[in-house]
């Protein structure tokens, strides 16, 4: 926006032209000095002794040429001139020639026919080069040339008196004119150099107060002002009676003014102006003060100044400006009715300080709450000139009235015609960010950061205007979703603007488009450096942010804490009731369902009437009920359907009551709840989902006519529900349990067939495969799947049916058509990588149990260039290395499972490479090694591969005799994993073993006795049972 001094420049810009003018006129008046010389004969007279006694004029030449003379004294150089040239053609030979010839020159000069002038005095010196008005030629036309500003003519010609009459008086003269031409050429450097010549070099120089105030007035041009000050001082010193004295009063003022040393101006000024005589210089010198005090904001003296200058200078030309001022001094002291009353009187010119005027008007009653008036008087200066210099202004601040009123609509077209029409106004920047602004308010973010665009396009954009125009820029990426570009430019701007005050709303920006990204660990930084950011606008939220950015990583002990640590320092804040929610789900999925059910009813404590207490009562109960509370969960969900029966949640707080009794076995009171949901709540959307567990409620009863009732249901009324497929299921069930085998699958047929279009319809022709086999039809079954490859061959459900074909296969006894199928499964396209490892892996185990390793293994292998999931990568490559170990390829086995252990170590298949690998260890002897893989397992995990690899230790000790440590290891068998009678039997057979080999016969005995108590393998019993006979026969 243009500074409000602009007035004040105007002002001073007005005076420069002023001063300006009065500097051009110098010229004039040293012209008038010369010819009052040459009128008193200094040039032109001759002595007794060089007129001859034969030449004396006759009477009526010298008539003729005091006729001459005396119009030239008149100033009437038209008819002199005339005069002078019929002098010379009558009297060639007259000892006045050579004056009239000069003079008829001089009134070329005067009249202001310079180039006429310049012929006349080059014609003079031509005839005359001898003549004693030859320096006085030279410096005229050099003054010609500079009036029609041929500088370097005039530079040449002021030399050539300088360089040949150095002795004249006209040659000081010269130096001051070489002085002027430069000046005006702007060629400073020259100027100050000859005025010096002029000024120091020719003390008996006329000029010599002219030069001494051009030097200085050359070096205020150069904005040397103490230097300019210094000679106007030394003028005022050593020509105290030179007409330009008064002047340099005002011109030191002047300096110190422009150097912005406004307090020395005012001194200066001040000091020097009872020396001051001429009007208009106490004018300007008076105007100087007054500019001085409003540039040192006081503005209630300028306003005394402006006021007494109107009264002591009633004609002064710079009435309008000082009218302008006094106005804005109101206007700054926020008198605005006084500020509209001044500009007002000036708003009627026509001039640009009317115009000027008219706008502040506008922006005075803009600030005095007249916003009206304001948009008329802008709409005013617009019309007045509509590319008028204050018409820019006028559009934006009546744009402004309308956005400060929040009427983006209103405000937007004087932002836009602005940017369209004022392509080089300083406003454009600001007017292309308020375009942005409008838009942002109207929720236009696209178009709004166009706009924002053109703003940081702008080069000479005012640095606020580019920072906010950075940030809504930002801003409006993240109102887009285009959430990565968003954290990229808060980012950027962080990085331009650390210091910026709206850095900490960047920043706090830039951690939600992290935290929208999941990018949680990067948002949860930025959250915390919101925080620790003093006095930061965003702290509650960054402080919500960082719980929520832990809630959603799944890290609940760090959400705990984060979000109890936002209640503390905002109990009350506009996030508390949901940061106690969220405080009670990670409590909820931390499982504490203790503490969350404490949180939860707290939350129901405080915020009895919130619209979304709801979410507290049934999160409560689902505490509760997780905590096996199932009368405290009963309570509580039927707390929110007696307390809000409307809530969205009331259905589902409905179908929990039913859940609560069907988890305590008690079905038939758990019916009772789902028949209330189903007469309650007609319209929920969990209806499906009641009929089915309905029907698994009749179920558990043994009521199968009833269950099948509703499960039919879900069929009937709900035919493109999820609950289809199991409600199918449960259909069978019952049926079977009926002996109504053959009519679960017409019951499938005919929902198919009454719902062609339905979504469930090539799952339920699985099902319906499935039905069967597991009916051991496996031909029909067969017969199904095949179907379906024929039915839907573009499925997505293909591969299931490709591969519960193969099973089908090799359950009827047909291992090699079985291999086939599933392979066929595997290659099917878009085949998870779930069916493909599965078919893979049943086709491998068929060629193992076939002894064709090399087909099980390319199996494998073409699995791992199918598939990307880690689980089944890792599953492959154990599987492959355990093929190569049955080649006896222990090498090769070998780096499978050092694989699994290095590139999925987090996955329970490196436990089982491990184990896989002391087998393989232990069958070649290397017990070291057995022991060493077998331990790492053992000591990480309570499974049956941690029972698998206790017993591989004692095994491995057991082939080097350690029998002690053996006894230990398979101790720990026993009593570590207990479970896993598998292996327990085994070591208990191991134990005998080591006791009889330390001779501990009746511990040995104990031990094969426990063998026989055990669920185990029955090679196992059958060794344990002949030891023991041999140990009763020795």
């Not at 007035?7 to 001063?19: G, P, Q, R």
């Not at 006081?298 to 002064?316: G, V």
Request: aromatic letters at 14%.
């Amino acid at each position: 926006m243009k500074q409000y001094f602009k007035s004040a420049l105007i002002t001073l810009n007005n005076y420069s032209n002023h001063y300006q003018n009065h500097r051009s006129n110098l010229s004039l008046l040293f012209f008038q000095l010369l010819f009052l010389f040459t009128a008193s004969g200094i040039f032109f007279s001759v002595s007794a002794q060089e007129i001859s006694p034969n030449s004396f004029p006759s009477v009526a030449e010298e008539q003729d040429y005091a006729f001459a003379f005396g119009l030239y004294s008149d100033s009437l150089f038209q008819l002199a001139g005339q005069q002078f040239e019929s002098f010379v053609q009558k009297y060639p030979k007259s000892i006045k020639r050579q004056d009239a010839e000069f003079l008829g020159a001089e009134c070329l000069f005067q009249s202001l026919q310079f180039q006429s002038a310049i012929t006349k005095y080059i014609q003079f010196i031509q005839n005359n080069p001898t003549s004693r008005y030859v320096p006085a030629a030279y410096l005229k036309l050099g003054q010609s040339d500079i009036n029609i500003k041929k500088f370097s003519d005039a530079i040449a010609a002021l030399k050539i008196v300088l360089d040949h009459y150095g002795e004249t008086d006209a040659a000081g003269e010269a130096a001051y004119w070489i002085g002027e031409a430069s000046l005006r050429n702007d060629d400073t450097q020259n100027a100050l150099k000859y005025y010096s010549l002029a000024y120091e070099n020719y003390p008996k120089n006329r000029l010599r107060d002219y030069a001494l105030y051009s030097i200085a007035w050359t070096l205020q041009k150069r904005t040397e002002y103490a230097k300019a000050a210094e000679q106007y001082g030394k003028l005022i010193s050593e020509f105290p009676q030179s007409t330009l004295t008064p002047g340099a009063h005002v011109r030191i003022g002047e300096c110190y003014y422009y150097a912005k040393d406004y307090r020395k101006a005012i001194d200066a000024l001040s000091t020097s102006r009872p020396e001051m005589r001429d009007e208009e210089e106490l004018a300007n010198a008076d105007y100087l003060v007054a500019e001085a005090f409003t540039k040192l904001r006081d503005f209630p003296e300028a306003q005394k100044r402006y006021e007494k200058f109107l009264s002591d200078h009633l004609h002064s030309s710079l009435i309008p400006e000082v009218t302008y001022n006094l106005a804005w001094s109101f206007f700054n002291q926020k008198n605005y009715e006084k500020a509209i009353e001044g500009f007002d009187r000036l708003a009627g010119r026509t001039d640009d300080l009317g115009h000027a005027a008219l706008y502040r008007r506008g922006t005075a009653e803009r600030l005095a709450g007249q916003n009206a008036k304001a948009l008329n008087t802008f709409n005013e200066v617009i019309k007045r000139e509509p590319r008028g210099e204050w018409s820019d202004n006028a559009l934006f601040d009546a744009g402004m009235i309308y956005f400060d009123e929040t009427n983006a609509a209103g405000a937007k077209p004087f932002f836009l015609r602005l940017a369209a029409e004022f392509q080089n106004s300083d406003m454009l920047p600001d007017a292309c960010n308020m375009a942005g602004e409008c838009l942002l308010l109207e929720g236009n973010f696209k178009e709004a950061q166009v706009w924002f665009g053109k703003t940081l396009a702008i080069q000479s954009a005012p640095f606020e205007v580019k920072v906010e125009a950075e940030y809504q820029s930002a801003f409006c990426s993240f109102k887009l979703k285009t959430y990565k570009e968003a954290a990229e430019k808060f980012a950027r701007f962080i990085s331009l603007y650390s210091s910026h005050p709206k850095a900490d709303d960047a920043k706090f920006y830039q951690a939600e488009a992290e935290y929208r990204l999941g990018n949680y660990n990067a948002s949860t930084r930025l959250y915390q450096e919101t925080v620790g950011s003093a006095g930061s606008a965003k702290k509650e939220e960054a402080l919500y942010g960082i719980a929520w950015a832990f809630y959603k990583q799944g890290k609940f002990p760090q959400a705990i804490d984060s979000f109890e640590k936002l209640l503390v320092e905002y109990p009350r804040g506009k996030f508390a009731f949901d940061a106690r929610l969220r405080l009670g789900d990670a409590n909820f999925f931390q499982k504490d369902y203790k503490k969350a059910a404490g949180v939860y009813r707290a939350v129901i404590r405080m915020y009895p009437d919130s619209a979304a207490v709801d979410y507290a009562y049934y999160q409560m109960g689902q505490s509760f009920l997780k905590e096996g509370d199932n009368a405290e969960a009963f309570k509580a969900f039927d707390g929110l359907i007696k307390a809000l029966p409307h809530s969205a949640l009331a259905d589902d707080a409905q179908f929990a009551l039913g859940w609560v009794n069907f988890q305590r076995k008690e079905y038939s009171e758990a019916i009772k709840e789902f028949n209330k949901l189903i007469k309650s709540y007609p319209g929920s959307e969990l209806l499906p989902r009641v009929y089915y567990s309905l029907g698994d409620s009749y179920y558990n009863i043994q009521q199968y006519v009833a269950a099948e009732k509703s499960y039919k249901e879900v069929l009937r009324q709900y035919p493109k529900s999820s609950y289809v497929a199991d409600a199918t299921t449960g259909i069978q069930y019952c049926l079977t349990a009926q002996g109504k085998d053959s009519e679960a699958v017409e019951t499938l047929d005919e929902f198919v067939k009454d719902n062609p279009t339905s979504p469930l319809g090539e799952e339920l022709q699985l099902r319906k495969g499935d039905l069967l086999f597991n009916q051991k039809k496996y031909s029909d079954a067969a017969a199904v799947y095949r179907g379906f490859a024929g039915t839907y061959p573009g499925s997505k459900l293909l591969a299931n049916a490709q591969y519960a074909l193969a099973k089908c296969y090799r359950a009827q006894g047909s291992p090699d058509e079985a291999a086939l199928a599933f392979e066929r499964a595997a290659n099917t396209t878009n085949a998870s990588d779930k069916i493909i490892g599965a078919s893979l892996f049943e086709a491998s185990a068929i060629y193992n149990l076939q002894q064709r390793p090399e087909k099980a293994l390319l199996a494998l292998q073409n699995l791992r260039t199918k598939v990307k999931d880690p689980e089944v990568l890792a599953e492959a490559h154990l599987r492959e290395g355990e093929t190569l170990r049955s080649l006896g390829q222990n090498a090769a086995a070998d780096v499978q499972f050092n694989l699994v252990v290095k590139e999925y170590g987090d996955l329970p298949f490196a436990d089982e490479a491990r184990v896989a690998q002391a087998r393989m260890y232990f069958e070649a002897q290397e017990y070291d090694k057995a022991r060493a893989a077998a331990e790492k397992v053992a000591s990480s995990n309570k499974d049956e591969t941690g029972a698998e690899a206790q017993y591989l230790i004692g095994a491995a000790l057991a082939g080097k005799k350690e029998w002690t440590n053996v006894i230990t290891a398979l101790l720990r068998v026993k009593y570590v994993f207990p479970s896993y009678e598998r292996w327990v039997g085994r070591a208990c057979l191991g134990l005998g073993d080591a006791y009889e080999q330390t001779g501990d016969i009746r511990r040995a005995r104990e031990s094969y006795m426990s063998v026989l108590k055990l669920k185990t393998e029955n090679t196992v019993i059958e060794e344990a049972q002949r030891r023991l006979k041999r140990m009763e026969h020795p």
